[in-house]
């Protein structure tokens, strides 16, 4: 099966950026859908941003912040966080829905960002 391993978290200030970055070991062409989902301490897992052909979607408490990108060459998929806020705190995880012929759902380990106030 696919693996998917993140990378790129760690602690940054209110303000800052951060590229997160999934790679994976097949084709993320594989996936019918790419994704980047977090989860805050206490909180439940809630979607931030996916890539469907091409085509990105933002959670609303992102949007024009964030920004989705996958290297197909690189078979990578990176999220930027730009004007990063304590609320973002949380692991995220990245995630390749419907991937190969079996339609899998594979999900990395995730990453932890914490934002500082």
């Known amino acids: 099966q696919v693996q998917l391993v993140e990378s790129g978290g760690g602690l940054v200030q209110a303000g800052g950026s951060l590229r997160l970055a999934c790679a994976s070991s097949?084709?993320?062409?594989?996936?019918?859908?790419m994704g980047w989902y977090r989860q805050a301490p206490g909180k439940t897992r809630e979607l931030v941003s996916t890539?469907?052909?091409?085509?990105?979607n933002y959670a609303d408490s992102v949007k024009g912040r964030f920004t989705i990108v996958g290297d197909n060459a690189k078979n990578t998929l990176y999220l930027q966080m730009n004007s990063l806020k304590p609320e973002d705190t949380a692991v995220y995880y990245c995630?390749?829905?419907?991937?190969?012929?079996?339609?899998?759902?594979?999900w990395g380990k995730g990453t932890l960002v914490t934002v500082s106030s």
């Open positions: 995630n390749a829905q419907g991937y190969g012929p079996n339609l899998d759902d594979v």
């Open positions: 097949g084709s993320i062409l594989q996936a019918k859908v």
């Open positions: 890539l469907t052909r091409g085509i990105a």
